[in-house]
């Protein structure tokens, strides 16, 4: 039945790159004003998932595979973890973002975005395996 939609078809071609720039964008203005990876994962779950609706499921899959979204979950928790155990492992505090650089204002923007990274991979690929898995669920 979407295949026949042409509106929504070619409206979700021109807003989905869109859509992942903002993703890019609210990721890397996360330090200085509202949003981050949270927010910034959110929007490019929400991107494939609207792929998803318009196109159908299994060419979603194609475009980002359930093995990748199942290794990206826990990939961002081990990014996020990661940077803690550095800092705690430089004589500083678990996440500690001061002792990851000679000098405390560089440690200090390389943590959070490090730290901020890792949100953006976990909450994206979240949304994303929330989806398959309800999206799934009708079809065995």
């Known amino acids: 039945l979407m295949r026949l939609d042409i509106i929504l078809r070619v ?30 994962g959110v929007i490019a779950g929400a991107a494939v998932v609207l792929y998803a609706l318009i196109y159908g499921l299994p060419k979603a899959k194609h475009l980002m595979p359930v093995a990748l979204v199942e290794t990206m979950v826990p990939l961002g928790v081990l990014v996020y973890a990661s940077v803690g155990i550095a800092g705690w492992l ?12 000679d000098d405390s204002v560089h440690g200090q ?19 994303v395996a929330i989806f398959y898995a309800f999206a799934d669920r009708g079809r065995r």
Do not use: C
């Open 90 to 101: 430089a004589g500083g505090n678990y996440l500690d973002y001061a002792r990851l650089a």
């Open 11 to 40: 409206a979700t071609k021109l807003l989905w790159p869109f859509m992942l720039l903002f993703a890019v964008y609210i990721q890397f203005h996360g330090d200085y004003r509202p949003g981050g990876g949270f927010q910034a």
């Open 109 to 127: 923007e390389w943590g959070v975005f490090l730290v901020e990274a890792g949100v953006f991979v976990t909450v994206s690929s979240t949304v």
